[in-house]
């Protein structure tokens, strides 16, 4: 049994990951300041003893230190996420996902942590146009959030290199999955579309809909963190991966998925007309990662792909929304 740090372990992603180590028997700590996350992600585990919540900030240096206090391993997925977040205030993303990055490699080095493992972004490619995306392949940034993500990369790669913290970035693909929330001027294009189409109001799709994602399950990314803190591999530390599933689908396909699964529980689901809009400044118009390196060196192999997962996403969205 290991202690377990995971920042923003509140949020979408954070709060799978938390429910995950503490079935599995570890003791799971949650630092989070619920900016994005909600305490309803974590509300079963505040009776559990395996369980410690803190509410702090990755920016306050102080809050870093109590919460990496006798932890073996950290999960840093707090962060602001949105490209178009990051464009309208570029100096909050800047505080959050660099200086509050630093604070917790500089608290996880002191405490003396096993390995750091954080969420890097598949926005690190950048303008490059290669596909598939292989990890030692990148591109100028194209917002400010993908600079973010990207000085993360570099400063894990110095913090291994000199203080000898083992470091490994999970580049994640457009994740989705339950407890993703629908809500808010940010919400993602899954969650918010499912939440459209049950209120039988139009999705608008940025531009002619066949920009194509590599949209990624959030149990794909939970066995992927798994890996990463379990591997004694020394070869498979100390460097990011793909976080993904190996295939793109575009926005148009995606909406058909959607509609195809909204409408088993709600007919009417099927006339929904879809609008088309411009196309968001800042959006690469293709995404599709190549899993080998993950496959080779953490023996990844995903469990499911975009219809599998948005099956089981449209089922939770359906009793939880």
């Known amino acids: 049994m290991s202690k377990i ?24 700590v949650v630092l989070d300041n619920f900016a994005t996350g909600h305490l309803h992600n974590i509300q079963q585990h505040l009776e559990n003893s395996n369980f410690t919540l803190i509410e702090g900030d990755i920016r306050n240096v102080e809050d870093c230190k109590q919460a990496v206090e006798g932890v073996d391993y950290v999960l840093h997925q707090a962060a602001l996420g949105s490209v178009p977040r990051s464009i309208k205030d570029p100096q909050t993303s ?22 750091f ?18 990890e030692d392949v990148i591109g100028k940034p194209l917002s400010p959030y993908a600079i973010t993500k990207y000085v993360n990369e570099l400063y894990a ?5 000199t203080y000898g913290l083992e470091t490994i970035g999970l580049r994640y693909f457009n994740v989705f999955g339950r407890r993703q929330d629908p809500n808010g001027a940010y ?11 049950l209120n039988h109001e139009s999705p608008v799709i940025n531009g002619a809909g066949d920009y194509s994602r590599d949209f990624t399950y ?16 020394p070869d498979a530390v100390n460097t990011v991966y793909n976080t993904a599933v190996g295939d793109r689908t ?30 968001r400044q800042g959006d690469i118009p293709h995404s599709l990662a190549s899993i080998a390196k993950a496959e080779r060196l953490l023996g990844y192999k995903p469990t499911h792909v975009i219809r599998e997962g948005l099956k089981e996403a449209v089922k939770w969205y359906k009793e939880n929304l």
């Open 5 to 28: 740090l995971i920042t923003g372990g509140a949020g979408f992603i954070g709060s799978n990951l938390t429910e995950h180590f503490l079935k599995a028997g570890h003791n799971v």
């Open 218 to 233: 959030i149990d794909n990314v939970i066995q992927m963190n798994a890996l990463a803190i379990t591997t004694t591999n």
């Open 250 to 279: 575009t926005l148009n396909e995606l909406v058909g998925y959607l509609k195809e699964f909204l409408s088993e529980y709600d007919a009417e689901i099927a006339n929904v007309e879809i609008i088309h809009g411009p196309n």
């Open 187 to 197: 919400a993602a294009v899954i969650p918010l579309f499912v939440k459209q189409f």
């Open 94 to 115: 800047n505080e959050v996902n660099v200086t509050g990055f630093l604070n917790m490699l500089v608290a996880a080095r002191d405490a003396g942590v096993k390995r």
């Open 117 to 134: 493992v954080y969420a890097a972004s598949s926005s690190t490619y950048g303008d490059s146009e290669s596909l598939p995306k292989v």
């Open 157 to 161: 790669d110095i913090f291994s290199k």
